[in-house]
């Protein structure tokens, strides 16, 4: 008997490994620069600038940078699904990818029929990467507080 869904499944899984993996590298690297900026911070401390205001800046990048990351990997899925003929436009292959990365879903729009194992296999990789994406911002937000009550809340 002929396997269902061998060509979802032998895109669909690189896709997910590609996408956890490049996510996790831009966190690090994310994580490195705010350890940096904290460490210049530190040393600038008196400086005069609230901590409060810089601890809300930086948690609000973390949560810019994110986002850019979270569309560079629906535009990864859209890619693909643009390349396999999945879909028939661009626009439409960002907007099914958005909906089934966030698990949305009511774009009314839907991959072709020999594609659509394809469509479960990114919501489920929109799980993880939305699990480590949110991991990452409660650490920011401990490693915030933990910041803010050394430097004794604000400057």
């Known amino acids: ?6 060509a979802d499944w032998a895109w669909g899984l690189p896709l997910i490994v590609l996408t956890i993996v490049l996510h996790v590298a831009a966190i690090i690297g994310i994580a ?3 350890a940096r900026g904290r460490t210049l911070l530190e040393r600038r401390h008196a ?9 809300i800046a930086a948690i609000g990048t973390v949560g810019l940078a994110l986002s850019v990351l979270n569309a560079l ?3 990864i899925w859209a ?3 643009l390349v396999l003929g999945a879909v028939d436009n661009f626009g439409d292959a960002m907007l099914y990818s958005m909906n089934a990365m966030t698990a949305y879903g009511s774009s009314g729009l839907d991959l072709h029929r020999h594609w ?12 993880l990467l939305f699990g480590i994406s949110t991991a990452f911002l409660a650490a920011v937000l401990t490693e915030m507080w933990g910041w803010l009550r050394k430097m004794g809340h604000d400057s």
């Open 1 to 6: 008997m002929k396997a269902v869904w061998t």
């Open 32 to 34: 490195v620069l705010l």
């Open 47 to 55: 400086a005069g600038l609230s901590s409060t205001l810089l601890a």
């Open 73 to 75: 990997d629906v535009a």
């Open 79 to 81: 890619g693909a699904y």
């Open 116 to 127: 659509k194992m394809m469509g479960a296999l990114e919501a489920s990789n929109g799980l």
